[in-house]
């Protein structure tokens, strides 16, 4: 049976990104990694990629001024053509359209650093430490239109330290979504595979 096509989208160093191509390599993994596509074209992930053998593409978000919509058609298209049947956000710091959303509705996946549905957005672990929290961790959510209210798929949990800075914490966090996500990505490989012959 073959392997299910994954896009990934970045927008800056994809070290989650990384960890899904480097899971891909093993030809026992269910998913392979079809394409990387960023909306800024200087994000260092496209070069990883690229180093690893990957296509890649960067649709500068600047060249679509007030068209968000005509942003993603171009990912969308781009995605398509490459065959993509799972799409995986890994960093990507661009909020969706409904238009991409429900193009890969149940077929989108986004790993955020914190356990929602606490401390969603950008500033997750500024807020967890600000709030007091013994612990922290990352979850795997399907994207949805809300930013990061999808449900949830999977969760991993670290404890906040008391000498934890936003760095510490995040590095910590890190390390489990570098586990999470490749693992996630294959169980919903082997969904979508086995959904191809049922």
């Known amino acids: 049976m073959s392997r299910v096509r994954v896009g990934v989208l970045i927008s800056g160093r994809g070290s989650n990104m990384e960890v899904l191509i480097a899971a891909a390599r093993d030809p026992a993994y269910p998913a392979e990694i079809a394409l990387v596509v960023s909306n800024r074209p200087d994000a260092p992930g496209l070069d990883k990629a690229t180093a690893a053998g990957i296509p890649t593409l960067a649709v500068d978000q600047k060249a679509f001024p007030g ?23 890994a960093g990507y710091m661009r909020l969706l359209s409904p238009f991409l959303v429900r193009a890969w509705a149940g077929r989108m996946v986004n ?11 950008t500033n997750s672990h500024a807020e967890v430490l600000a709030a007091g929290r013994d612990k922290s961790g990352c979850t795997v959510h399907l994207v949805t239109e809300g930013m ?51």
């Open 148 to 198: 990061d209210e999808g449900p949830i798929i999977a969760q991993a949990e670290v404890p906040v330290l008391s000498t934890d800075t936003e760095t510490s914490l995040a590095a910590r966090v890190l390390e489990q979504e570098h586990r999470l996500y490749p693992r996630v990505i294959a169980d919903l490989a082997r969904e979508i595979a086995a959904e191809r012959v049922s």
């Open 111 to 121: 790993i955020h650093p914190s356990l929602l549905p606490e401390f969603p957005g």
């Open 67 to 89: 068209d968000r919509e005509g942003h993603e058609r171009t990912i969308d298209w781009a995605l398509r053509e490459a065959g993509v049947e799972l799409v995986a956000l």
